[in-house]
């Protein structure tokens, strides 16, 4: 057999270690699209997704372990008429377990402001989302391991939506039947529309910024949400969750949350609890009462878990906000910032987590005025790692707290 020469072994050896990586990879990518797709596929029926969630193509990235799925689209009416009757069982089955919680000074408060804010005070049409793209990944297990989850692109263009029977109904999809009509009907009466609206809770969600954004107009606004949870097999862990709002693909804003935990329940736990507070908004379309107590119970039973060490809140840009406060004082000769927060519907409620006490406002209304200011608004929260996070921050309050 003929000796191969110092360039064709380079070249073998080169096609050997090609092949051995091709295999190795498509294993991998196999194994591992295997993993996370069971995951995306649980996660949609622990958070009630199944029958509700349309979704485009579903692709697996071996290089960053996203799964992703293009263009999600969520619609669901917030009536009983809805077919999604799966969903709603699902819904309040959980709402056996909640008691207590409700009737716990701060968190009561704290609920229903989050959900009188979401639904319009109450006037919830129901829930229209729809974004570019959805990124799941998952490593590790429940007590060593990563979840991060990222929603790009989430469209805020729609605040108000209506339905006609179990259907979703988006402005933009009945425009010529919802301007001034000029029939008239038996007794010479303008024909009113067919349609009632209300008020789309994911275009209102406090968290992501939607108060910033509706205050100044900007409702063609974007939103890239990220978030990430770790934890380790000693029980410490990490999170952090960053919102950008972007118009016409440039940032205008950003929110970010940071925490370091002495004690984390296992991932898994920390998922069910999540899917708790994400039900009481949910809940809280049909029953604000019954959504306030479903959220105020996930995060009392969170709070009870888990052991904080630190937590940060920034916002930052916003800029808008500046020129939308310009021209009140243009328009009212007014110097206040209370009547803009007034007449832009900025809340004015504050968190009973200790901040009043220390002349620190931290309502809508208190954090777009220091944006407006400033620039930014900023806490830093410095907990015991001894006491639950309940403890620390509804009974002894033993914390500090940093502010701009």
């Not at 970010?256 to 507070?277: C, M």
């Not at 004082?329 to 409620?349: H, I, M, N, P, V």
Request: proline share 1%; aromatic share 10%; with cysteine.
């Amino acid at each position: 057999m003929k000796a191969l020469n110092k360039k064709q072994t380079i070249i073998a050896v080169a096609a050997a270690v090609v092949v051995v990586f091709g295999v190795t990879a498509s294993m991998m990518s196999s194994a591992g699209k295997k993993k996370t797709l069971g995951y995306y596929e649980d996660l949609k029926e622990q958070f009630f997704l199944t029958d509700v969630l349309n979704e485009g193509d579903v692709s697996y990235s071996i290089f960053s372990g996203n799964l992703t799925v293009d263009e999600p689209e969520i619609r669901l009416v917030a009536a009983q008429t809805n077919g999604a009757q799966g969903f709603l069982k699902g819904m309040l089955s959980l709402l056996g377990g909640a008691n207590g919680a409700s009737n716990e000074t701060g968190l009561a408060g704290w609920s229903r402001y989050l959900l009188n804010a979401s639904t319009g005070g109450g006037n919830a049409g129901g829930v229209y989302l729809k974004a570019d793209s959805l990124k799941i990944s998952r490593s590790g297990d429940s007590k060593d391991g990563e979840i991060r989850v990222q929603l790009k692109g989430l469209d805020m263009a729609n605040p108000y939506i209506s339905h006609a029977g179990s259907e979703v109904v988006l402005v933009s999809e009945v425009a010529d039947e919802i301007q001034p009509r000029a029939e008239l009907d038996a007794n010479g009466r303008v024909v009113n529309s067919n349609y009632s609206w209300g008020s789309n809770i994911v275009s209102r969600l406090p968290f992501a910024g939607a108060f910033l954004s509706t205050a100044t107009g900007d409702v063609g606004v974007k939103v890239d949400l990220d978030f990430t949870l770790k934890r380790s097999d000693d029980g410490e862990g990490k999170m952090k969750f960053v919102v950008v709002h972007r118009n016409d693909g440039s940032e205008t804003g950003r929110i970010t949350r940071e925490a370091e935990f002495a004690t984390l329940p296992p991932l898994d736990d920390v998922q069910e609890l999540l899917k708790g507070a994400y039900s009481g908004f949910i809940m809280g379309a049909y029953s604000t009462s019954m959504g306030q107590s479903v959220l105020a119970d996930a995060a009392a039973n969170f709070a009870r878990k888990a052991k904080v060490a630190n937590y940060s809140l920034t916002y930052k840009g916003f800029d808008q906000l500046e020129d939308g406060f310009k021209e009140y004082q243009s328009a009212t000769k007014r110097q206040d910032f209370e009547g803009f927060c007034e007449q832009t519907g900025l809340s004015g409620y504050q968190n009973d987590f200790g901040a009043k006490a220390k002349k620190h406002n931290d309502s809508e209304c208190g954090i777009a005025q220091k944006l407006v200011s400033e620039g930014k608004f900023t806490e830093d929260y410095t907990f015991k790692e001894d006491k639950s996070l309940f403890a620390g921050l509804f009974v002894s309050k033993s914390y500090t707290l940093e502010t701009n």
